[in-house]
Nanobody, 117 residues
């Protein structure tokens, strides 16, 4: 069973860079056709896709967040990391990681990241 766990700071200040890491167990992010994604859910809104990194290291980002987003991975640790720069209080929300392929995608439980002075 594939399990994912998000980790990161409890609080980020405006203008700083938010950094979250997703640790994957029970599966390898190097598996062919695996896509490892970050998603968030703003308060009162639906899920917002942030971006992904694929099994070969290719990345794709949401156009609305692309200028501030970077996703990388450490295959030796089976982890992938989100960096979102120049955050504002509007970036306060729950962040989820997900990884898998096709119909076999597993999600982390999500982590709340407040952005506040």
């Amino acid at each position: 069973q594939v399990q994912l766990q998000e980790s990161g700071p409890g609080l980020v200040k405006p203008s700083q860079t938010l950094s979250l890491t997703c640790t994957v167990s029970g599966g390898s992010i190097r598996t062919k056709y695996y896509y490892s994604s970050w998603i968030r859910q703003p308060p009162g809104k639906g899920m917002e896709w942030i971006g992904y990194i694929d099994y070969s290291g290719g990345t794709s980002y949401s156009p609305s967040l692309k200028s501030r987003t970077s996703i990388s991975k450490d295959t030796s640790k089976n982890q992938f990391t989100l960096r979102l720069s120049s955050v504002t209080p509007t970036d306060t929300t729950v962040y989820f990681c997900a990884s898998g392929t096709g119909a076999f995608v597993s999600w982390g439980q999500g982590t709340q990241v407040p952005v506040s002075p």
